[in-house]
């Protein structure tokens, strides 16, 4: 009978050293490095001088992390002529998944002609913070929206993103001086 018991008791000790063993080894097999990662970013519309800052978006098909969220980075709500948009994206590791350190060139980013500015990677390696470029806003500034004369004073509404304004004195449509 003690015979007996010790080996029903060895057998289970054996059984579930086994269960623990194969369980840790599922364990550290399900914890995989993700080495790249690949986003596709879009726009409700292309930042415009002017224009109230709107809506970007960035999806991956990857099934090894999740698009959290992404947004303009932004102080102010207008577009101003001149501004390089930048876009912050934040990325989640799915369980079993973690990110590796990740650099310029584990990025395959696409759309929007977005480019890789920075990564953030917090301790635990299970969230990611990516910033990209966009295009700078170009094209033609608008024209001032009022313009006064006092005295020897000229006055004007600044116009965003000017780096210098050329004014210009007519007295009856001839042109006096021009600074």
């Not at 390089?84 to 079993?96: C, D, I, T, Y």
Request: charged share 25%.
């Amino acid at each position: 009978m003690i015979k007996r018991g010790w080996t029903l008791l060895l057998t289970v000790l054996l059984f579930s050293c086994v269960i623990c063993f194969s369980a840790w080894a599922a364990e550290e097999e399900e914890d995989q490095a993700i080495t790249y990662v690949t986003l596709e970013f879009s726009w409700d519309k292309a930042p415009k001088g002017g224009d109230l800052v709107g809506h970007v978006y960035a999806a991956s098909s990857d099934r090894q992390y999740t698009v959290e969220g992404t947004e303009y980075v932004k102080r102010d709500d207008t577009w101003i002529f001149g501004e390089r948009p930048v876009v912050e994206v934040a990325l989640s590791a799915k369980s079993g998944y973690y990110f590796s350190d990740l650099k310029r060139g584990d990025f395959h980013i696409s759309g929007c002609s977005a480019k890789y500015k920075s990564v953030d990677i917090d301790a635990d390696k299970t969230y990611l913070t990516l910033e990209v470029y966009l295009n700078k806003i170009d094209g033609n500034l608008p024209a001032t929206t009022a313009a006064s004369w006092i005295g020897t004073s000229a006055s004007w509404d600044e116009v965003g993103g000017c780096r210098g304004y050329n004014v210009k004195l007519y007295r009856d449509d001839v042109l006096i001086a021009s600074v």
